[in-house]
Nanobody, 126 residues
């Protein structure tokens, strides 16, 4: 079975940075895409960023420039570098993976992602 385990969340002050990690395990297909979603209080779950095997990426427009998604191809680990954090970034961040390749362009569609981690909490104060 496929498992996704997130880590790296925590509490920071506004302006700080965090780096989230997602470590997949189990069987995976060759052509998959990975993404970060987040659930913040009072808002719908939204796609943060996605990346594919070619390191093509897409971002939520509001987060582009502050957040960077990357992938360790050797270790099959995906990262989310978050800089300039603001209180509105507070929420639960989830790693997700598709069953097959989905081009990371445009808004993320939750229905494309069949495997989900349990999430890691990010709290930004001030």
């Amino acid at each position: 079975q496929v498992q996704l385990v997130e880590s790296g969340g925590g509490a920071v002050q506004a302006g700080g940075s965090l780096r989230l990690s997602c470590a997949p395990s189990g069987y995976t297909l060759r052509f998959v895409s990975l993404a970060w979603f987040r659930q913040v209080p009072g808002k719908q779950r939204e796609g943060v960023a996605a990346i594919d095997r070619y390191d093509e990426t897409t971002y939520a427009d509001s987060l582009r420039g502050r957040f960077t998604i990357s992938k360790d191809n050797a270790g099959n680990t995906v990262y989310l570098q978050m800089n300039g954090l603001i209180p509105e970034d507070t929420g639960m961040y989830y790693c997700a993976m598709t069953r097959a390749w989905v081009r990371p362009v445009g808004p993320l569609n939750e229905d494309d992602y069949h495997y989900w981690g349990q999430g890691t909490q990010v709290t930004v104060s001030s």
